[in-house]
């Protein structure tokens, strides 16, 4: 095979490498975005719980008086 042609080839296979591991890096990232957004979440809905429970504790303190 043609020298040229064959670096030629290497180089677009390396490339081609480094965009793998490109996108797997893209990959692990958006896998711990989607892991911050759902601990997001869950914090969202036990701030809402601990909020219920309070209206609900100050209302039957309502009641009482």
Known sequence: ???NINRDL???FD???EAFRALRAANTHMGQAIQSHDDAI???????RAALALLERL?????RN
């Open 59 to 63: 209302s039957r303190n309502g009641e």
């Open 1 to 3: 095979m043609d020298p």
């Open 10 to 12: 290497r180089a677009l």
């Open 15 to 17: 490339a081609h490498d």
């Open 42 to 48: 869950q914090a969202a809905l036990e701030a809402n």
